[in-house]
């Protein structure tokens, strides 16, 4: 499997784990940082969903379109303030996203653009790094689900460093 394939791969995938793992977070706790300077889980909603509506999904298109274009610097996400309405419009984003990037050719994936700070970039590698972006940004909503229990796993917490 080729790393486009693999990259849609676990954008596919994505969409299950973040409604699972949002789910299980109590609402007290979707505003709540897992530690001192950590997104809470509805900045990383708002972010996820900024990026998926107005950044990389973007980009492609302009690198399909335009030859090497040039990127603008990213404006700041801004999304509902209910989490749920959040999640809700990621999710319909993202297949819409995944029906287009499954039409990508070869040719296609190697075009290229550049990016303000990191210099040129294919299609490619844009897309490789949407999916290292959804897998990190997991974690970072995950630790708000272990900062929730972590203070009554008791003598375990030796085992484990604080969720961050």
Partial sequence: M??????????????????TVVASIPAESIDRPPAAGAWSAKQVLTHLLHVETAVIGERIRLMLAEE???FQAVSPSV???????????????????????????????ERTGRHPKYGTI????????????DLDHLRQILATVQAD????????RALYPPPA
């Fill in 2 to 19: 080729n790393s486009y394939q693999r990259a849609l791969e676990i954008m596919s995938a994505t969409p299950t784990v973040l409604k």
């Fill in 68 to 70: 090497n274009p040039q």
């Fill in 79 to 109: 999304a509902p303030e209910d989490p749920q309405a959040t999640l809700e419009a990621w999710l319909s984003a993202r297949a819409a996203n995944l029906h287009f990037l499954r039409t990508l050719t070869p040719t296609q994936l």
């Fill in 122 to 133: 294919s299609v490619r590698e844009h897309l490789v790094e949407w999916a290292y972006h």
């Fill in 149 to 156: 229990i972590y203070p009554d796993i008791g003598v375990f």
